[in-house]
C-alpha cells in the first residue's frame, strides 16, 4: 500500500517505517495518525516481517510532537477523538506480535516522544532532544504518554519532565532509562537495523510471546503475569518453532524457524 507521509521498505525480515513530512519535522496529523495505524496493522499481518524500525525522514526530528496547528482549532469533541486516534496507534504497537524499535535521529517530543515510548525500547542518535512540552501549549500528554513514561522511568521523573516541559538531551535520556543507547547520527539506523535482523533470526513465537508477557504483565498483579507467563510458555510447545529450536540445539545445526 502506498502512503503520502509513510516510507516502508522491508529487507530480510526487518521492515522500516520511515515518517516522512520533515517540513514540518514530522508532526502526527489526522492524516499521518491514520497512515500509521494502516501501516503497522499490515506489517502486524505479514508474515514476511519479523522486526519493525520507525524513525523520521530529514537530520533534525523523529516526530516534533502532533500537528499543534491542526490541534489549536479543535472542539473538545475533536480533541477527545484526536486523542482516541493516537492512543489507537501507541496500543496496536504494544499488541503487535512483532517487536518495534523507536529509533529516535533528533526531536521526539509531546506525542513523538509518546509514540517512541509505545515502541519495545529505544535508541537514539546524539543528536536526539526528548521531551513533553505540552503544559507549555496548555494541554497535557494524551497519547498515553503519562501511563507509559511514569511506568518506565517512574513517578518522579515522569513528573519533572511532564510538568516542566524541559527538554533533555540523549546523554540524560539514556541516564534515566528513556533510551536503551545512544549513537552517532550516522551509526544510529545501522544498529537498530542490525538489533532488528537479531530478533528476526530467532524464534519469532518466542519474541512475540515474550513481548505479550512483558506488555500484559505490566497491568497484572506479580501473581497474575506469573501466571500468565507459564501459559503462554506452555503453549510454545505445541508450536513448530520450539521443536526445531530445541532439536536444532540437540543436532548441533542451525535452526530454521517457521513462526507456527
Ligand atoms: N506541529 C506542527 N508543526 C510543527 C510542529 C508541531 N508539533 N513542530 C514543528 N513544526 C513545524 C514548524 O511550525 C515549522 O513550520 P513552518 O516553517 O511552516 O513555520 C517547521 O515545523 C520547522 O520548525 P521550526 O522552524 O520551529 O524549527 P526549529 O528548529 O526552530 O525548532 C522545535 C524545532 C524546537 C522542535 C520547534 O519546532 C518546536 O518547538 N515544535 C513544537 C514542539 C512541541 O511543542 N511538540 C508537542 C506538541 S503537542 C503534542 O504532541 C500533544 C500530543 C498528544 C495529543 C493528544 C490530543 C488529545
Given at each position: 500500500?502506498?502512503?503520502?507521509?509513510?516510507?516502508?521498505?522491508?529487507v530480510d525480515g526487518v521492515a522500516t517505517l520511515t515518517i516522512n513530512s520533515p517540513r514540518t519535522l514530522n508532526a502526527l496529523n489526522s492524516e499521518v495518525l491514520g497512515e500509521l495505524e494502516c501501516a503497522l496493522y499490515e506489517l502486524n499481518l505479514d508474515d514476511s516481517v519479523k522486526a519493525v524500525v520507525i524513525t523520521g525522514a530529514g537530520e533534525k526530528a523523529f516526530v516534533?510532537?502532533?500537528?499543534i496547528k491542526e490541534m489549536s482549532a479543535m472542539t473538545a469533541y475533536e480533541g477527545h477523538q484526536f486523542g482516541l486516534k493516537g492512543q489507537r496507534v501507541m496500543l496496536l504497537i504494544k499488541k503487535m506480535t512483532k517487536p518495534v524499535i523507536a529509533a529516535v535521529n533528533g526531536f521526539a517530543l509531546g506525542g513523538g516522544l509518546e509514540l517512541a515510548l509505545a515502541c519495545d525500547f529505544i535508541y537514539a542518535s546524539e543528536k536526539?532532544?526528548?521531551?513533553?512540552?505540552?503544559?507549555?501549549?496548555?494541554?497535557?500528554?494524551?497519547?498515553?504518554?503519562?501511563?507509559?513514561?511514569?511506568?518506565?522511568?517512574?513517578?518522579?521523573?515522569?513528573?519533572?519532565?511532564?510538568?516542566?516541559?524541559?527538554?533533555?538531551?540523549?546523554?540524560?535520556a539514556l541516564a534515566w532509562g528513556i533510551v536503551n543507547e545512544?549513537?552517532?547520527?550516522?551509526?544510529l539506523l545501522p544498529k537498530a537495523l542490525e538489533c532488528a535482523a537479531a530478533m528476526a533470526r530467532v524464534g519469532t513465537l518466542g519474541v512475540a510471546y515474550a513481548k505479550d508477557a512483558i506488555v500484559s504483565g505490566l497491568d497484572m498483579t506479580r501473581e497474575d503475569g506469573f501466571r500468565y507467563e507459564a501459559s503462554l510458555f506452555g503453549v510454545l510447545f505445541a508450536t513448530g518453532d520450539q521443536k526445531e529450536g530445541m532439536g536444532a540445539f540437540v543436532e548441533k545445526r542451525k535452526a530454521e524457524f517457521k513462526g507456527r
Open positions: 500500500m502506498e502512503f503520502k507521509n509513510l516510507l516502508v521498505a522491508t516534533a510532537g502532533a500537528d536526539a532532544k526528548v521531551g513533553f512540552p505540552e503544559v507549555t501549549l496548555g494541554i497535557m500528554p494524551g497519547f498515553g504518554g503519562t501511563q507509559n513514561l511514569a511506568r518506565l522511568i517512574g513517578k518522579n521523573k515522569a513528573n519533572e519532565l511532564i510538568f516542566t516541559g524541559k527538554m533533555i538531551d540523549a546523554a540524560k545512544v549513537f552517532p547520527p550516522e551509526e
